[in-house]
């Protein structure tokens, strides 16, 4: 009798879970590093996940290296030749998401990427959020890993031109 109890408590809790499931899904985002020198500027490094939301079941993406790795090389490569002394920029609260648009033909995915920066050129210069949403139709077969790199690589690039704009835009 107790082992029944336990499998209908079990289904119970399956049942109430919706059935859905929560996929994790590892990204290799190493190709994107590439090594430059700019150490003025920085961004504050943390680890995150990046939730796909508008698909049926639950998908996160658990990149490595980070997002925030990746958008100081990519932004560190970017600003590299607008440097002049004394500029030091800072970002933080790096934040990601992809969305995922089926009702859209033909289906769509866009990344959600942003980061908060402060640009000090020889006194405080601009302090603000930048933000990019690159988008592309869905990927075959689902493989959100492999669109994540893409819409990254561009959603930076969108964000080390506004930053240069900036940068460039500041007295020196």
Not at 72 to 92: G, K, M, N, S, W
Request: charged content about 20%; some cysteine.
């Amino acid at each position: 009798m107790k082992k029944f109890a336990w499998v209908v408590g079990g289904a119970l809790l399956l049942a109430a879970c919706g059935g859905s499931q929560d996929t994790r899904v590892p990204v290799s985002l190493g190709s994107l590093v590439t090594p430059a020198s700019a150490p003025w500027l920085q961004v504050e490094q943390q680890s995150q996940d990046v939730q796909v939301r508008g698909l049926d079941d639950a998908l996160t993406l658990k990149p490595t290296p980070p997002v925030s790795e990746v958008l100081q090389a990519r932004l560190r490569h970017a600003l590299q030749p607008v440097y002049f002394t004394d500029l030091v920029v800072h970002c933080e609260q790096v934040f990601a998401e992809m969305r995922v648009d089926t009702d859209a033909t033909p289906a769509s995915v866009t990344l959600e990427l942003g980061a908060h920066c402060t640009i000090n050129a020889r006194g405080l210069g601009p302090d603000k959020t930048y933000h990019a949403s690159p988008s592309m139709p869905a990927p075959a077969r689902g493989d959100y890993a492999k669109a994540l790199a893409a819409l990254l690589a561009a959603g930076s690039d969108d964000i080390a031109r506004q930053l240069r704009a900036d940068v460039q835009a500041t007295t020196h």
